[in-house]
């Protein structure tokens, strides 16, 4: 017997907004409910896509241009897409990234000077229509955010080894992002969530577990099969 098609969760936003830490409180609860869970991320998820990720995320702001990121991100995602999330769905597994393909709309598209029209085109060529099942969206203020940012910088990574380029684009960057991630939100209500990230973990925990439960309803619940 065919196993049914898992489910591909996306946990976007701004800097510092915590994804990474409720990616892991999500995917215990899944897992209590007898759901196969894998956690992955972006850029990343695949061998390939950690050393184009080591491109992305460090060195100066200015290492390259916005349509430089786009294509490297692209590149990265379609190796994860292909190698790590399509296999996982295929056996009925439930994928949750740590970003996707909304943040290179946002970072590059928004934000950057690529435009959506052109993210939307090299996504069509790159991955067709392929797209999460739900995306849950952190919000905070940037100066939050940034904050929050800085201090796991701090505590986990050494100055030439920080994954901090981004973080280091200004607040008018960032500013033009987390307006770029309510746009996505409210443009695509039926796949998007939009969830107040302030507060603490495990205030935001309940708040995604709520949209979770309620996007797939029954899906996870006892086993979700």
Same mark, same amino acid.
């Given at each position: 017997?065919?196993?049914?098609?898992?489910? $591909?969760?996306?946990?976007?936003?701004?800097?510092?907004?915590?994804?990474?830490?409720?990616?892991?409180?999500?995917?215990?609860?899944?897992?209590?409910?007898?759901? @196969?869970?894998?956690?992955?991320?972006?850029?990343?998820?695949?061998?390939?896509?950690?050393?184009?990720?080591?491109?992305?995320?460090?060195?100066?702001?200015? #290492?390259? !241009?916005?349509?430089?990121?786009?294509?490297?991100?692209?590149?990265?995602?379609?190796?994860?897409?292909?190698?790590?999330?399509?296999?996982?769905? =295929?056996?009925?597994?439930?994928?949750?990234?740590?970003? $996707? =393909?909304?943040?290179?709309? %946002?970072?590059?598209?928004? =934000?950057?000077?690529?435009? #959506? @029209?052109?993210?939307?085109?090299?996504?069509? /060529?790159? /991955?067709?229509? $392929?797209?999460? !099942? /739900?995306?849950?969206?952190? !919000?905070?203020?940037?100066?939050?955010? /940034?904050?929050?940012?800085?201090?796991?910088?701090?505590?986990?990574?050494?100055? %030439?080894? %920080?994954?901090?380029?981004?973080?280091?684009?200004?607040? %008018?960057?960032?500013?033009?992002?987390?307006?770029?991630?309510?746009?996505?939100?409210?443009?695509?209500?039926?796949?998007?969530?939009?969830? @107040?990230?302030?507060?603490?973990? !495990?205030?935001?925990?309940? #708040?995604?577990?709520?949209?979770?439960?309620?996007? $797939?309803?029954? =899906?996870?619940?006892?086993?979700? #099969?």
């Amino acid at each position: 017997m065919t196993a049914p098609r898992g489910r $591909f969760v996306t946990l976007e936003g701004g800097e510092g907004a915590g994804k990474s830490t409720q990616i892991g409180r999500l995917a215990e609860r899944l897992a209590a409910a007898g759901l @196969d869970v894998v956690t992955t991320r972006e850029p990343g998820g695949t061998p390939g896509g950690e050393e184009i990720r080591r491109l992305l995320v460090t060195g100066e702001p200015g #290492r390259w !241009d916005a349509m430089t990121e786009t294509l490297l991100h692209y590149a990265a995602r379609r190796e994860h897409v292909e190698k790590t999330v399509k296999p996982a769905l =295929a056996r009925g597994a439930w994928v949750i990234s740590d970003r $996707f =393909a909304d943040s290179t709309m %946002a970072y590059q598209g928004c =934000a950057g000077s690529v435009g #959506r @029209d052109a993210v939307r085109a090299l996504h069509r /060529l790159v /991955l067709g229509d $392929f797209a999460p !099942d /739900l995306t849950v969206i952190l !919000d905070l203020p940037v100066e939050l955010g /940034l904050q929050r940012a800085k201090g796991r910088q701090a505590a986990t990574a050494s100055a %030439a080894a %920080a994954e901090d380029r981004y973080e280091r684009m200004g607040s %008018a960057f960032h500013e033009t992002l987390r307006q770029a991630f309510h746009e996505i939100a409210a443009a695509e209500p039926q796949r998007c969530r939009l969830i @107040d990230a302030t507060g603490d973990a !495990d205030a935001v925990a309940v #708040r995604i577990w709520d949209a979770v439960a309620g996007h $797939f309803g029954a =899906a996870v619940a006892g086993n979700g #099969r």
